[in-house]
């Protein structure tokens, strides 16, 4: 991670996944690691970690038994709260393997995520309930930790997280496909049946539609880890992939073996300017713009920057390689509807720079933004304004 530069680019957590713990507690009702695979313990990777300038993440559960089936949290949350802090953990989380992850620095300073697999009994209260009793321990175990929830989107996360913790995911877990879902999958926000697994990329960004205008400073949608640099994409989709992570305002978590990645798939999750639009102090959301769009075809969504910039996102869903053609006066307007400052205007002329991001050019601004050769399932992400 050091070595491939993406801590200077500002990923700066490691995260250990479900695994880490013994199968029971120990005699003072403790959570106590894997012998096996840490015979020295946490701390001493947490050490490890924090001398390079790092930070570490581990995993937790809300239920009686995590995913993995070692113990959960349940009953134990301020025992299991003040042991993390000791060992000197920033981050609670539960994925499908070591990840990595990028802290927005306007959103977090110590991050954690907790799951809700092995409920049983558990599940007979509330999720508001069982994951406010963590959030309640965290506050009190001594360390700056920020909370993120594992709702898998069941029960519209999006309506109350932000009275409990700081993030939540907002879907059933990704997997790694672009467009092509698991079973059972609903494409839609507001489902009942929101599924634990197998959202494509194209879904979760459906159900960012309904959730986007949600994301707000200390109140963050987490879309699951990335799949760039896993072998299953196209560059394109790639960019794609991560061009509406960062837009979307998600925490940035790389999902891949670095071991095993590809240069180009390392290029895309180290573009700065993409990271920039995700760290953005506004915190502002894209908005789909179905004005502008055209189902299963054309994408466009737009929302505001600092600085009195706006960002474009312009997605071809499609399969062959589509033309766009986009009015600015239109833009603009949608840009000022989705501000937080309603007073805020978009006046651009055609000296004002338009930055096309993945091809490192500038294009014309006019009474028309033309956008040509937008290949199957590629992205065009525009900054439109600022120097």
């Known amino acids: 991670m050091v070595d491939l530069g993406l801590k200077d680019v500002g990923y700066e957590y490691v ?7 013994a199968s029971e507690r120990d005699e003072s009702g403790r959570q106590q690691p894997n012998a096996t695979k840490f015979p020295n313990g946490i701390g001493p990777v947490a050490n490890t970690v924090h001398s390079l300038g790092l930070k570490l993440g581990i995993y937790s559960d809300a239920g009686i038994l995590t995913c993995s089936f070692e113990p959960g949290s349940w009953g134990y949350e301020e025992r299991d709260a003040r042991t993390y802090a000791e060992w000197g953990i920033d981050y609670l989380k539960v994925s499908c393997r070591l990840d990595l992850e990028f802290s927005p620095r306007t959103r977090a300073k110590y991050i954690s995520q ?5 409920s049983f009994q558990a599940a007979t209260y509330s999720p508001y309930e069982r994951f406010s009793i963590m959030g309640n321990a965290l506050l009190h175990s001594g360390r700056d930790i920020f909370y993120s929830l594992c709702q898998w989107g069941n029960q519209f996360p999006w309506l109350w997280a932000d009275q409990v913790g700081q993030s939540y995911r907002m879907s059933g877990d990704i997997h790694n496909s672009f467009a092509k879902d698991g079973a059972n999958v609903c494409t839609t926000a507001y489902c009942l049946n929101t599924g634990y697994a197998g959202c494509s990329v194209l879904t979760i960004i459906r159900k960012m539609r309904e959730v986007s205008s949600f994301q ?7 879309m699951d880890m990335l799949e760039v640099g896993n072998h299953a994409m196209t560059e394109a989709e790639e960019r794609t992939h991560f061009s509406f992570w960062s837009a979307l305002k998600s925490p940035l978590i790389i999902g891949a073996d670095l071991s095993n990645i590809s240069q180009s798939s390392l290029n895309v999750l180290k573009n700065k300017e993409i990271i920039a639009i995700n760290q953005d102090p506004l915190g502002a959301a894209v908005t789909y713009v179905s004005a502008l769009s055209v189902e299963n075809q054309i994408q466009v969504w737009v929302g505001p920057l600092t600085d009195g910039r706006v960002v474009v996102l312009v997605l071809n869903e499609g399969t062959a390689t589509a ?3 986009l009015s600015s006066s239109a833009l603009t307007s949608y840009a000022s509807s989705c501000s937080r400052n309603q007073t805020q205007g978009y006046y651009f002329t ?10 490192k050019v500038e294009i014309p601004w006019g009474t028309t933004i033309h956008l040509p050769n937008i290949t199957s399932h590629d992205t065009r992400v525009l900054i439109v304004g600022g120097k």
């Open 323 to 325: 033309n766009v053609s």
């Open 114 to 118: 907790y799951d809700n697999c092995g």
């Open 350 to 359: 055609n000296r004002t720079a338009v930055r096309d991001i993945w091809n």
């Open 216 to 222: 707000a400073p200390g109140s963050w949608a987490d």
């Open 15 to 21: 995260v250990i996944d479900a695994g880490w713990q």
